[in-house]
């Protein structure tokens, strides 16, 4: 029995197999989006409450040594998450800088993480009581960035559809969804790709890579008042971030990051707020 699906191998049919977000990143891998490599280990291994353990892990652990990358990202992806209705964003676990020593424990985490208070009222706020819902587990490559933000491809406060924000912070993206520092933003025409506005944040401290835990630390005193990206990547994003948008056909919430000057989608859902 197989546990575990490459993301080349899955498209937006597995929902029920590898949860809402591991068929987007199965989808934006299909259509040559630059997405960390990586695999899923499906919802019939969670709907197994423990029986096959040896089977699974076995196979978890080929698959993990096959990416040859020493430190990888853990996340959960439930079945009805990053739908145009239920995003769950932040209801379920994630583990970054996972080693193939405590990646076990830490797949075992994002199992119990249904069970969570914060996601069992998340479904009954949602009226999802009743209904069952698995868990799958993404497994992917960590990237050490060194400029990392969102980008909505309709703008979420007028609501334009012709008008897409990017935001962008110094390091890891951690510091910006945690809402510790407030990004720099670049407000994009979609049809012609002009920058229609550039408003740069003074950035004091970033979270960067640790082999342990990532750590914050303290922006150089030259970078903090710098712009996070240049003209020529914002545009370059943008068009990534576009088609993305036109392959799905909706406005996306997509997570982004730059190593070493190369654009990485780390996960997109459809703007469920709009």
């Known amino acids: 029995m197989k546990f575990i699906k490459d ?12 949860g809402g977000k591991g068929a987007n990143l199965g ?28 089977e699974i892990e076995k196979e978890i652990l080929i698959a993990f040594d096959s990416l040859k990358s020493k430190y990888l990202a853990v ?7 990053d739908s145009k209705i239920d995003s769950w964003a932040g209801q379920l676990e994630s583990y970054l ?11 075992k985490k994002c199992w119990v993480s249904l069970g969570n208070p914060r996601a069992v009222f998340y479904r009954q706020k949602r009226g999802l009581k009743g209904k069952k819902i698995s868990v799958a587990v993404i497994i992917q490559k960590m990237i050490k960035a060194d400029v990392s933000g969102v980008c909505f491809t309709v703008h979420p406060v007028t609501k334009d559809k012709n008008q897409m924000v990017i935001e962008a912070a110094w390091g890891l993206g951690e510091i910006l969804v945690s809402g510790q520092i407030t990004p720099d933003t670049y407000v994009i025409e979609k049809d012609s ?49 576009l088609k ?10 997509i997570e982004w990051a ?4 190369k654009f990485y989608i780390l996960q997109s859902r459809p703007v469920t707020a709009f």
């Open 193 to 241: 790709l002009n920058i229609l506005d550039i408003n740069i944040n003074p950035q004091k401290k970033m979270i960067i890579f640790a082999e342990k835990d990532n750590k914050t630390i303290t922006v150089p005193g030259s970078e903090r008042s710098k712009q996070k990206l240049s003209e020529n990547q914002i545009k370059k994003l943008a068009r990534l971030c």
């Open 97 to 107: 800088n996972t080693t193939r020593k405590n990646l076990m424990k830490n797949i």
């Open 258 to 261: 730059l190593e070493k000057n």
């Open 244 to 253: 993305i948008e036109n392959h799905h056909k909706d406005p996306q919430d």
């Open 7 to 18: 993301f080349k191998e899955i498209s937006k049919k597995d929902v029920s197999l590898v």
């Open 27 to 54: 989808e934006l891998t299909k259509i040559k989006i630059p997405v960390p490599p990586g695999f899923v280990v499906l919802t019939s291994a969670f709907d197994m409450n423990g029986k096959m353990l040896k």
């Open 75 to 81: 996340r959960s992806s439930a079945t009805t998450e």
